[in-house]
């Protein structure tokens, strides 16, 4: 099921806030929002093991991949940090919908991601060329109302690409990659994502 058909389902409330008092019509009017993405972690494991001869990895120090960034979302009172984190296999990235979690009192609705395969500057693996999805809800008390999307292309290691946001390095041995935004082989600017309504 790809996350275009996920968000399909998940977009269906949206008409029923249509269909409700003018007490939403303030929240039904926002047809954007800004979400700052001020830290996005990666670990994975390299294709050595780090250790000299580069043996095959031990199948006891396997690891999946993990993403795990914080996304700084529009509330009433100013801007509301929530936290997302996910487990996909080695060389896959997580195609499903995962629940963010609020960090902050006074956040609203719900958020959650998915990743998408990025090919826009060639086949690359997985973890490293992707679209990061974002899906929220926007609740005034427990109706929901319209549902925003936006997506960015992500990819590594070289800041002459306009989506190269990720600086990965291999760590110690049997440690891998681990990869994080605004470091010297990041482009230089801010990781944001526009969610538009549905």
Sequence with gaps: MTLHTIFFAF??????????????????????ETWQIPRLDMHMMSIG???PGNPPWPEDSKFDSTIDFDVMVPAARGLVKWNC?????????????IDCVRSEEGGEGSLMF?????????ERRAELSFSLWLYRNRQDGDLLVPTFSGHTAITAND????????????????????C??????????????EGLAA
Excluded at 14 to 25: D, Q, V, W
Excluded at 159 to 178: H, N, V, W
Excluded at 180 to 193: A, D, G, M, T
Aim: aromatic fraction near 4%.
């Design 11 to 32: 977009t269906l409330l949206s008409p029923l806030a249509n269909a409700l008092p003018n007490t939403l019509s303030a929240l039904q009017t926002i047809t954007t």
């Design 114 to 122: 998915g990743m998408q395969k990025y090919n826009g500057l060639g």
């Design 159 to 178: 800041a002459k690409e306009p989506t190269s946001y990720l600086t990965c390095l291999q760590g110690k041995p049997y440690d891998g990659l681990r």
């Design 49 to 51: 093991t780090g250790i």
């Design 180 to 193: 994080k935004i605004k470091s010297y082989l990041s482009v230089n600017k801010e990781l944001v994502i």
């Design 85 to 97: 984190q996910g487990a996909m296999a080695n060389g896959t990235i997580t195609e499903r919908l």
